[in-house]
């Protein structure tokens, strides 16, 4: 188990739960918005609406569609140098570099070409077998989704 239990996120999906440390280093206001809402339950039932092999799992969208997010504002980027290689969970967003918001992807493998311009705020510790069993398609036709998640503090 992760050393922090207050920066550390157990997000269940239907195969398993997935560890996910969080690094309040490189992102601190969008570790904050994440443990908000995943406190608040916001995350529980969501469905991860774009599934590219090889490439990443996106959900975080309560339409279920890419478009939604919460009815909290829109976050500041936070770029970093930290590299979206496999594991790496950061915030999706629209062609607006400050309109981060409930949407993330949790990369399948090297996604480089994303550094410094995607605001990165954690990594899988464990359970990415659960992530890469997740139903692929943009939309899949039966999307896999988060069970719960929870910051591992109040588990």
């Not at 995943?38 to 996106?58: L, N, S, T």
Request: with cysteine.
């Amino acid at each position: 188990m992760a050393t922090d239990p207050e920066n550390t996120l157990i997000m269940t999906l239907e195969s398993g739960d997935v560890v996910i440390a969080l690094r309040p280093d490189i992102a601190p206001g969008h570790v904050e918005r994440i443990k908000e809402l995943a406190r608040e339950g916001f995350y529980d039932g969501v469905v991860f609406h774009r599934v590219i092999p090889g490439f990443m799992a996106q959900g975080g969208d309560p339409t279920g569609t890419g478009m939604g997010g919460s009815k909290k504002p829109d976050l500041a980027a936070e770029f970093s140098a930290e590299p979206h290689v496999r594991g790496v969970c950061s915030m999706a967003r629209s062609a607006n570099p400050n309109s981060a918001n409930s949407q993330f992807f949790i990369c399948f493998d090297d996604a480089k070409f994303l550094d410094r311009q995607y605001t990165a705020w954690g990594v899988v510790e464990s359970g990415m077998e659960h992530v890469d069993a997740l139903p692929k398609g943009e939309p899949p036709r039966a999307p896999g989704k988060i069970v719960s998640m929870k910051v591992a503090a109040d588990a």
